[in-house]
């Protein structure tokens, strides 16, 4: 059965720095999502991507992120500056088409900003 | 703003017993979609169920069944006959009908005790 996949699964960063999580979305899906889980937290909907635009995004999803899909397969999510509270685990996900109802989500990255 | 509340942080059943699950939600919108999503220990999230507000019929997936009050704004989770790998967390999610934002509660632990 096609899955969503993401990498890496845990991702150590310092302050500051710039870090890229990637996913692969199921292969014939047309909407991407980023959801992110701070510990002990609800999962919270950051951005939504189709057609190679941004068509929602929360106040999370500041100038600090960037989503990108640069191929046909991969689809990124990108904090340009790491604080320490993006330390979270960040779900990618994707869904079918307009009709489709389900988001599959991927196994999620642990992102810890030292 | 749309909200939506799990108040049960943990719950537990013994196999092949049944529990329920509660799950309220805020909103001002009449067409949206009501979800249960299920976290195993490997947090890859996965669809359990899923109900449309236009419809009355309650959704019912093999042990799984949902209780969905409109006027109250109440969509509990039933699984009937537990086992042990129903052991998970689960989310209740929240769609208006033409955006693409899921909402998520807080959660709730489920053990499944033998």
């Known amino acids: 059965e096609p899955e969503v996949t993401q990498t890496p699964s845990h991702q150590v960063t310092q302050m500051g720095q710039e870090v890229i999580l990637r996913c692969v979305p199921i292969s014939n899906h047309l909407y991407f999502y980023w959801y992110r889980q701070i510990l002990g937290q609800k999962v919270e909907f950051l951005v939504s991507f189709y057609n190679n635009e941004i068509s929602e995004k929360s106040e999370i999803f500041d100038d600090q992120f960037s989503v990108e899909r640069p191929d046909g397969s991969n689809f990124t999510l990108k904090i340009r500056s790491t604080k320490l509270e993006d330390s979270a685990m960040y779900f990618c996900?994707?869904?079918?088409?307009?009709?489709?109802?389900?988001?599959?989500f991927g196994p999620g990255t642990r992102l810890t900003v030292t | 703003a749309q909200t939506v509340t799990q108040s049960q942080p943990e719950m537990s059943v013994q196999e092949a017993e049944t529990v329920t699950l509660s799950c309220t939600y805020d909103t001002s919108e009449s067409d949206y979609y009501l979800f249960w999503y299920k976290q195993p220990p490997s947090r890859q999230m996965i669809l359990v169920i899923r109900q449309e507000a236009y419809k009355q019929q309650n959704a019912t997936e093999n042990r799984f069944s949902v209780n969905f009050q409109k006027a109250a704004k109440s969509f509990s989770l039933k699984i009937s006959d537990s086992q042990l790998g129903d052991a998970a967390m689960y989310f209740c999610?929240?769609?208006?009908?033409?955006?693409?934002?899921?909402?998520f509660g807080t959660g709730t632990r489920l053990q499944v005790f033998p």
């Open positions: 999610a929240y769609r208006i009908y033409n955006t693409d934002k899921l909402i």
């Open positions: 996900a994707s869904r079918g088409d307009l009709r489709s109802y389900e988001q599959y």
